[in-house]
């Protein structure tokens, strides 16, 4: 089977497709280092048979890259991809956003659906795609997939973390297969595998502990110490069963090239080491100068990943402790590359390639790898069934 990736970024999508035991024929992604990051992993250490475009999508014709690739229109199994999201981001304000050139790139995806005619699409996207302020560039899209003799299965958002990612991460999927193939109620989205601590099924959730390595009975008491004791009601007991049991990661190889975190100031240090395990900004003691008036801004910003459920958003800022709940979930400094990473189930020989703001964004953008390979082998069935 053979599926082009378009907006690859450093390969999540396509690794998904690799394990699924798909040819992805070709990826084009506009950035540098992540296209550097592609080479490096699917090309060169996977041998994928890709052929890689480093360059703006809006430049490139269909029709040469078909005639290069061996491809007619029909031939392609699967289309992926996932549009840069900026403008749909659920952080912008009231309607911002609505008017970014970004938003274009949507309907750019269409152009090579049309053009390619293949058998199934997926398009990954944010969770504000679906806002109304939005809604005319949605229905674009749907009402072009039906004129060009598609059918949408699905137009919704999935938690990773229903699929084995030990990441709460809502994204919207676009899921649509050719008419001709008759294709109706295909089971997709793929039943969830991973379920709430509070549901009767198994496996539950993967818990952010996956990430990281096993806690030191010491590390077990200070969470009791300074998260369940004074934060819960889950008695001391429960609290050291539970925290025993968490699944938990190897130790970050010291010469992994993705083993480097941000380095804190002083004052980071301090405002850290006043933080408690599990604890956010506002348990360390800490206002920033934005916080006036009585307006308390985003509590996630520098606080610890909570160890017992699954970790929040892996964005582009990851690295950066001033983006979100990324401080190690006990060490005075933010995660590393390679814990970041980790949450977006790439494995450890997955070597992200440039600066670290660079790797950050490469990881942030990402489709978690496990989630991707969910939903691909589920369309590979679907379609060949």
Sequence with gaps: MKAIDLFAGAGGFSLAAHQCGIDVVAAIELDK???ITYQANLIERLEAPTKLINGDIN???LPTLMKELKLKSGDLDLLLGGPPCQGFSTHRINNAGIDDPRNQLLLKYFDFVDGLKPKAFLIENVAGLLWKRHEDYLNQLLILAEQHGYTIHFCG???AKDYGVPQNRKRVFIFGTRKDFNIENPEFPPVTTHFSPSSKNEPKWKTA???FEKLTPELVELYIEEYFRPKTK????NARLLLMSLEHGEPVNPADVCNINMQPTPAMVTRFENTPLNGG???SGHTLKCHSNGYEGHKDVYGRIMIHIPGNTITTGCNNPSKGRFVHPWKNHGMTLRHTARFQTFPD???FIGTSTQQGKQIGNAVPVKLGKELINSIKTIITS
Excluded: P, T
């Excluded at 889950?234 to 007991?237: N, R």
């Design 281 to 283: 900004r506002v348990d």
């Design 59 to 61: 430049e490139v014709d």
């Design 234 to 237: 889950i008695s001391d007991e």
């Design 349 to 351: 020989s997955f070597n």
């Design 33 to 35: 280092a992540a296209s």
């Design 157 to 159: 958002i999935l938690n």
């Design 209 to 211: 502990s996956s990430v």
